[in-house]
């Protein structure tokens, strides 16, 4: 892999990760073909970054001669059975993904982060602490930022990688081992993509399955999936729990603690965490479980942890208006993601829902409402099938909007003094959106908007 000089390298797709691949090719120096479903036109700013590594390009298409070909590194978000992968398979060409290939060619320590949901948090947070503890650490991957764009800092020994992993990135690795992995939790999801649930576990589980003793491998002890998935692990096990005394991390009363089998040492108390939710507790035990691993002092551990506020579009505080608490969770992207978000919140709640169908049931959502939706605001393509579930549970409160404007308009209308407005679509957002940081940032100025109006 580390020879790549003169051979000719596929990159699908001319996202972020594609745009980070392509650099990284060109310093090794591969000779460069890139292909995408966008036309020049709509990939002008991209197209413009990257056309000086090129040997050539096929934009508009994906149909292309492969016979020159020697390896394909795929977008995580294309799926596997497209002809043009039937076809690289069918020549014998091998299609990885970013993550697969920083793995071949680098030297650093790879901490990688998964799960359905709290995978973001867990990874921006893990980066932090170990901020706090090492110099060279870097944040990529599901994250926003390319793996590949690193490349130099691959190579470097005393580098630390902490990595999201998406189910479509690691569906694309072979031999790729990170020191330490964890799951956050399994919940169905991305099923019009995966096929069915197994699959998308099978994807979720290769995040261990080259991990050796050696390793470290970290679950959700609570998470009824993935202690099913026990004996396929054989790297050291560790577990976090809110409920069980576990060898890792628990809560033990009003305190966060760490278990090494031997002694249970308080990491911090649990009034002393600033962000909401019970999601959050299990996002930060996985990560001081990490840290612990890794060997990171506790005291370190617990000062990230007792100033760390959250990220972006993830139960994200906006405002307060007339009394109103406006909440971002665009990236609640699936329905557990956004139960959880319900769960995190206190009610009275006018929920924003709807968006890229994918694929699930909306049952469960109307069944967590627990009396504490007042409203339902539905935008996007899933708009219909979300009204008709809550129906047939004989929730009837509920609103079908056009776009973000009115569905911010419509939940202040319905609201009064000590409601909580959250955006938590259940939903991917590309019926109406490019990403759901384009959409989160849409209900932000839309709310922002309301203060102005007050203030005219």
């Known amino acids: 892999m580390k020879k790549l000089k003169g051979k000719r390298v596929l990159v699908t ?16 120096g591969a000779e460069i073909v890139v292909t995408d479903m966008k036309t020049e036109d709509e990939l002008k700013k991209e197209y413009e970054e990257i056309k000086g590594y090129l040997s050539d390009s096929f934009l508009g298409t994906n149909d292309i001669d492969l016979s020159n070909i020697d390896l394909i590194l795929k977008s995580p978000g294309m799926p596997l059975d ?15 993904s970013d993550i697969e290939f920083a793995y071949r060619i680098s030297n650093s320590k790879f901490i990688c982060i998964t799960g359905t949901n709290g995978k973001t948090t867990s990874t921006i947070l893990a980066g932090e602490v170990f901020k ?4 060279k650490v870097h944040i990529v991957g599901n994250v926003g930022v ?3 764009s690193k490349i130099e800092e691959l190579k470097d020994e ?10 479509f990135q690691l569906e694309s690795t072979k031999d790729f081992k990170p020191y330490i992995s964890l799951i956050t939790n399994i919940t169905p999801d991305h099923l019009n993509w995966h096929g069915n649930y197994q699959n998308y576990i099978k994807s979720k589980s290769k995040i261990f399955k080259n991990q050796s003793k050696d390793d470290f491998t970290i ?5 009824e999936v993935l202690r099913g998935l026990e004996t396929e692990i054989e790297s050291k096990l560790l577990y976090f729990s809110h409920d069980k005394k576990v060898k890792g991390v628990y809560i033990d009363e009003k305190s966060i603690v760490y278990y090494d089998g031997n002694i249970i040492e308080e990491i911090l108390k649990l009034e ?34 007792e100033n760390f506020k959250g990220v972006e579009h993830r139960l994200e505080f906006v405002d307060e208006i007339d009394q109103i608490k406006y909440y971002n969770d665009s990236k609640g992207t699936n329905i557990d993601s956004t139960i959880k978000a319900i769960e995190g919140l206190e009610g009275p709640i006018n929920l924003i829902a709807g968006g890229k169908d994918k694929g699930g049931e909306f049952d469960e959502l109307i069944k967590a409402f627990n009396g504490k939706i007042d409203s339902l605001i539905l935008i996007g ?4 099938r979300i009204e008709k579930t809550a129906r047939e549970y004989g929730f009837n409160k509920i609103f079908r909007v056009n776009n973000m404007k009115e569905a911010v308009l419509k939940a202040r209308e319905k609201a009064k003094s000590g409601f909580t407005v959250l955006l938590s679509p259940a939903c991917a957002s590309w019926d109406m959106y490019d990403s759901y940081e384009i959409r989160g940032r849409d209900f932000k100025e839309n709310v922002k908007s309301l203060k102005v109006k007050d203030n005219a």
């Open 13 to 28: 797709g001319l996202g972020i990760s594609g745009i980070a691949a392509v650099k990284a090719l060109a310093k090794l």
């Open 82 to 96: 497209l002809e043009i992968f039937n076809k690289a398979r069918d020549n014998g060409i091998e299609i990885i």
């Open 132 to 135: 706090e503890a090492y110099d």
């Open 146 to 148: 390319g793996i590949l």
């Open 158 to 167: 005393e580098s630390i990688f902490i990595i999201e992993a998406s189910s």
């Open 219 to 223: 679950i959700n002890y609570d998470d």
């Open 272 to 305: 002393d965490i600033i962000l909401p939710g019970k999601h959050n507790l299990e996002n930060i035990m996985g990560v001081i479980a990490i840290a612990k691993a890794y060997g990171i002092e506790s005291s370190k551990i617990r000062k990230v942890i």
């Open 381 to 384: 393509e899933t708009a219909e």
